[in-house]
Structure formats: structure tokens, C-alpha cells
């Protein structure tokens, strides 16, 4: 044994890195996250026999899994939306929907997500003769299943859809008008997704103005596959309250060789309006957004005090959930419990249900659920399970 030396105190001990467990356990807000892109295999298996498709790649659920894994791996956001033809083709009828948005509840609850904001396009799913009002109340319908099935299992959570409009087509005003409609009953806001380059936010205007004047909330996917010029639309033209994505930023900030860091006018103005970031590290790899999860923005951007959000964009074509994408920020920047629960509280900040329960739900269930947490390594016996990161990664971090 070293004998300790007076000269040097020991310093007080770090608290290790959260474990996987406490990763899962601990809780999370969610605030993108595609309905359509977190099925689990075996429901599109399911549902495909069901509703009579048969061009689904494979029958067999792992294998289905693993490709749209693969097929969503390709560097390219195009492509990665491509995937998206076979879950929206089984989602065309009521008990369809109501079964998919069900078990998303219970599948972000079982991974300790409390509050979630789940989006999906209502007018992908018309093949089967449903009306978009009728798509919204069976998807509202399976969030309420899903969180009473979650309470039965011991997980509390929260659901909140966001409809979001497909920026390539021309509904988007009819989309926000229903947003508008569904307003406090199960709908919190709006969004447009899709294919970014060569469908600027500008086109759907008229959508945005019109949520403006309705004092409506509402998100936009920008500076994901296109840079600066879509972010500075998305805000400054369109009004967004929040960026899906928004990755690019990183473009209008400069390192210098001394490591010192200035801020071009558009990444000053993300900063110092606290603009929420919804970052997806896994699904931006996937798209060629960023090239790893070391490099990826959200380690820069975390430490110049952005106000980011960590999210899983879609579970199902980046194999991912939101203890996952904990579990790779963990071991690539060594964040602590407290790194953890700060992006947890931007995000609940960044909500789009009302302030009173926003800061409850920080109060009553965020922090009291880190306090715990971050006791446990206190009381933790020598042979505890080993953190997920190195103590190297983490002085790097
Ligand atoms: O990351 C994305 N960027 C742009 N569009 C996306 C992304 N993930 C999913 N989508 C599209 C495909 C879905 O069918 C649609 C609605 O959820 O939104
Ligand atoms: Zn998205």
C-alpha cells in the first residue's frame, strides 16, 4: 500500500462515469424522435402480414432490423429516407397506428425516457382510406394506451406528438391548421421534415405565419443535410422555436490555433437566444451529418454552452434509443450524471407543453431522480460494475 504523503492531500475521489444501468435508469427527455422510424421488427413483420404487404426486404425480425440498420448507414440523407416506405406502408390503418404509437410509449418508457415528443406526418398515412383527423386520434389514442401500460409496468412518462409536413410536398398549411385544431388535446407543436436540400423552410411559410399568429409552437429540421443558409432561414425567416438537428451551426464557429473559439453573427445569435438544438449523434453519422461521435459538434458545442438536446431521431434505421446515444456520448467525452442531467434540463426547458409543467417536471422528477442517482456511487461496493468510458477518455474529454 502507498503511504499517503502529507505534502499532497489526496483530492476528492470523481465520480466514476455513470454505468449503462445508471444510464437506463436515469431519466430522459426526448424531443425528436420519428413514430415512423422506431417500429419494432417483429410489429413490422406483424402488421405487414396483416395488411398484406410483401415487399418488405426480410420477413425474419432480426434480420429486418439489422437492414434497415444497414440500408440507413449509406452517408446520405436521401437514402436514409428511403427506408421509410416500408414502416409508413404498414401504417395505414387505424389499429395499425394505434399499435405502433402504443408501443413506442411503453419502448422509451421501459428505457427511462419521462417526457417525450413524438412527430410523425400525418399525411403519410392516407393509403387506407383514413381522413388526417382520424390518423391524429388513432396515434393519440396509442400514446394514451402506451403510457397506462408503461404505469402498469412501474415507468411513468409523458407523450406529446409534434405533426410534422413532408417539405418536398405542398400540405404544410393544412398540416399546421390540424396542429392548431389538436392543440391540448395530445398535439404540442409542428415540424417539417425530409429531404433538406433544395426544399428551403421558406416554401412553407405561409405554415409558419399562420402557427405565429396562432401564438403555436413549432420545430424545423435544418442544418442537417444543408448548412447555414437553412438554419438562418429556419430562424430568422420562418421563426422556429427550436432546430431539429441544426449540426451546421458548427460552420459559423471558428477555432483559431491557440484554441481560441469566435462565433460568426447566425452561431452568436443561436447561443444567445438559448435556441434548442435537437442533436441525433447516431443518426448524423449515419447521414454523413457528422464523421464520429468524437468529432461529432455536440462535444464543441456543449462546452461553449449551447443549449443542446440529445435525441434518437429514429430508433429503428440507427439501431439506437436514448440510454444508447447517453452510452456513446459517455464514452466518447466522458460525461459525468451531472453532464447528463444538464442536457435533460435543456431539453425539458425547450418542451413545448406548458412552463408551470415544464419546471415541474424538472423539479419533481428530473433533479430528484439525478440526486439519487448520483448518490449510488457513495454507497457503491469495490466490485460495482466498471463505467462504460476509460478514466483516459475522459481527462481528453
Ligand atoms: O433526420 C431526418 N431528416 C429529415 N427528415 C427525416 C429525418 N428522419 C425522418 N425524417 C422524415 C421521414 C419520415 O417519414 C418523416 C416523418 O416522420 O420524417
Ligand atoms: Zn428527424
Redesign the pocket.
Known sequence: MNTPNPSHPPLPPLPPLPTSEQIRRAPKVLLHD????GLRPGTIVDLARAGGYTALPETDPDKLGAWFREAADSGS?ER??ET?AHT?AVMQTREALVRVAAECAEDLAADGVVYAEV???PE?HLEGGLTLEQVVEAVNEGFRLGERRAKEDGNRIRVGALL?A?RHAARSLEIAELANRYRDLGVVGFDI????AGYPPTRHLDAFEYLKRENNHFTI?AG?AFGLPSIWQALQWCGADRL??GVRIIDDIHTGEDGSVRLGRLAAYVRDKRVPLEM?PT?NLQ?GAATSYREHPIGLLRRLHFRVTVNT??RLMSGTGMSREFEHLVTAFGYTLDDMQWFTVNAMKSAFIPFDERLAMINEVIKPGYAELKAEWLFRAESAAPPVASDSVRQGG
Do not use: I, K, V
Open positions: 420519428h413514430l415512423d422510424g440523407l436514409y429516407l421509410f409508413c412527430r410523425y406526418a403519410q410534422t413532408m421534415a425530409g429531404a433538406e429540421h442537417e431539429g438537428h441525433c443518426s447521414t431521431d429514429n
